[in-house]
């Protein structure tokens, strides 16, 4: 059964590092069902966010809250009905799998290997369909466009029937009309029932589909 799109809200959210602050004073309020873009250059920390807002990583100061869960406090709570797409050195694709084993893997994580007989072929091919990722199942990770490798990062995301969906980088090498197509497509997945916040390089094309959340580098002694 599939979770219910969760509200998510931030307050002052901050993460200090040895080196200084990692992103500082975040404010941000994701309707249940409703898509974010958090957007920002190299080194706004956008992907400590992202981590954050996963229950992965602890924020230094500032609150936030998953649906009923708050955060720093209930980090195992959030990580339960949050989920990740794929985030470069901790939820990277097999270059060596194909498309449809990868998602038959995510299946028997969720299932167990019983699983395997319950339309194993229709479920891998109703995963990528949800997403709009028409691949071959049998394409290697590692031949996959940009866009189509954040997709099935959503893909393997949503087996899990998550109230949120994070998703990383979702611009990163794409020409502009496929950015835009990237942003209707996500649009129309947080419309179909869970909440997803995705970061990027530029926030420009998902004006219109997304709430804008942008990101700059923290300087010591400011307030961003």
């Given at each position: 059964?599939?979770?219910?799109?969760?509200?998510?809200?931030?307050?002052?959210?901050?993460?200090?590092?040895?080196?200084?602050?990692?992103?500082?004073?975040?404010?941000?309020?994701?309707?249940?069902?409703?898509?974010?873009?958090?957007?920002?250059?190299?080194?706004?920390?956008?992907?400590?966010?992202?981590?954050?807002?996963?229950?992965r990583m602890k924020p230094t100061s500032?609150?936030?809250?998953?649906?009923?869960?708050?955060?720093?406090?209930?980090?195992?709570?959030?990580?339960?009905?949050?989920?990740?797409?794929?985030?470069?050195?901790?939820?990277?694709?097999?270059?060596?799998?194909?498309?449809?084993?990868?998602?038959?893997?995510?299946?028997?994580?969720?299932?167990?290997?019983?699983?395997?007989?319950?339309?194993?072929?229709?479920?891998?091919?109703?995963?990528?369909?949800?997403?709009?990722?028409?691949?071959?199942?049998?394409?290697?990770?590692?031949?996959?466009?940009?866009?189509?490798?954040?997709?099935?990062?959503?893909?393997?995301?949503?087996?899990?029937?998550?109230?949120?969906?994070?998703?990383?980088?979702?611009d990163e090498g794409?020409?502009?009309?496929?950015?835009?197509?990237?942003?209707?497509?996500?649009?129309?997945?947080?419309?179909?029932?869970?909440?997803?916040?995705?970061?990027?390089?530029?926030?420009?094309?998902?004006?219109?589909?997304?709430?804008?959340?942008?990101?700059?580098?923290?300087?010591?002694?400011?307030?961003?």
């Amino acid at each position: 059964m599939a979770a219910k799109p969760l509200r998510v809200e931030a307050e002052g959210l901050s993460l200090r590092g040895s080196r200084g602050w990692v992103y500082r004073d975040v404010d941000l309020d994701v309707p249940p069902a409703a898509l974010a873009a958090v957007g920002g250059i190299a080194g706004t920390g956008r992907t400590a966010l992202l981590l954050t807002l996963g229950g992965r990583m602890k924020p230094t100061s500032g609150t936030a809250s998953v649906g009923p869960h708050r955060l720093p406090d209930e980090l195992r709570a959030v990580q339960r009905v949050a989920s990740l797409g794929v985030v470069a050195g901790v939820t990277d694709l097999d270059p060596r799998l194909t498309v449809g084993e990868h998602v038959s893997e995510a299946l028997d994580l969720r299932e167990g290997i019983f699983g395997r007989w319950r339309g194993r072929g229709e479920r891998i091919r109703a995963a990528l369909g949800r997403v709009g990722l028409a691949v071959d199942p049998k394409t290697l990770a590692e031949d996959l466009a940009p866009d189509e490798a954040v997709l099935l990062g959503a893909a393997l995301g949503l087996v899990g029937d998550p109230g949120l969906l994070l998703l990383d980088d979702v611009d990163e090498g794409l020409p502009l009309d496929r950015q835009r197509a990237m942003w209707r497509g996500l649009h129309a997945l947080a419309a179909g029932g869970v909440t997803v916040i995705a970061t990027c390089h530029d926030p420009a094309p998902a004006e219109g589909l997304a709430r804008i959340v942008p990101l700059h580098r923290s300087v010591e002694g400011s307030t961003r």
